[in-house]
DNA sequence: TTTGTAATTGCAACAAAGTTGCATTAGTAA
DNA sequence: TTACTAATGCAACTTTGTTGCAATTACAAA
């Protein structure tokens, strides 16, 4: 499936990239410029997590977040990174903190979802 | 408020207790030896959360699950563990892995959110 | 430039998870 | 037994996310 350019994914990235934090499908639709019906930013996201652009967090509240974190852009194979939710500003953000666990013997552990949920320094 | 001893409460308390996993709101419902309203079973689920016999944890699929684990009945400040949803079994279980991070100056960690995804033993 | 194909979009309908208002039922303390 | 109020069932509703389908549109090839 060829992938082509289009305004909404154009615009997604740009605001994705731009905020650097972790949106949710409703922030997005928010903060858009243009016009962009809900169901195609949906697709749009899912098609950006499939080629890897981006990544999608579940918080607490159940709801998928979606960022594009450079720092993380080599995706290594565990490419786990704390999530931080400020409750006070109702942002998402990508922490630099790596994930570290040791599972049990013959777990084999494919994906992670952390998040932490308190007040940023921005909030304190 | 006090709290009133129910028959719905005692099935959904024993079947968790019993199941030793974190159940999502269907499988108990599905679970449960008697029959017990949807809204019911999610007040009595809140309602353990509120008193702190259970605890919730939000999966990657966005769902709510429940679970008491006895090794984090002395309720730590930060009592917070790893979770593991197997995708083959499709359960997820306490792991006795607490949740270590070091966050930026400033950052007020109330809660975590922690779940690995993969395999388990079992399934291995 | 023009054209053809398939990717993309919008719309509407749908599904699943969870909550809530309200009238009824049922613990439990007095 | 009685009275009070917590708990329940039911139905309606909200939110999040997905999907089928017909109409557009990006873009590569002619």
Redesign the interface.
């Known amino acids: 499936m060829n992938r082509r350019n289009t305004p909404a994914k154009e615009a997604v990235l740009h605001l994705l990239a731009q905020s650097g934090k972790a949106l949710s499908h409703d922030a997005i639709e928010r903060e858009l410029d243009i016009d962009v019906n809900r169901a195609t930013i949906y697709r749009v996201l899912n098609q950006f997590c499939e080629d890897e652009i981006a990544h999608r967090i579940?918080?607490?509240?159940?709801?998928?977040y979606f960022a594009i974190c450079k720092k993380c852009e080599p995706h290594e194979v565990v490419h786990h990174h704390?999530h931080?939710r400020c409750?006070s500003c109702d942002t998402i953000e990508c922490?630099q903190?790596p994930?570290?666990?040791?599972?049990?013997?013959?777990?084999?552990?494919?994906?992670?979802?952390?998040?932490?949920?308190?007040?940023?320094?921005?909030c304190?």
Chains 1, 2 share one sequence.
Do not use: M, S, W
């Open positions: 579940v918080a607490e509240d159940g709801k998928q704390f931080f409750v922490l903190i994930v570290q666990y040791a599972v049990p013997d013959g777990y084999d552990v494919r994906h992670a979802n952390c998040v932490l949920t308190g007040t940023c320094n921005a304190a």
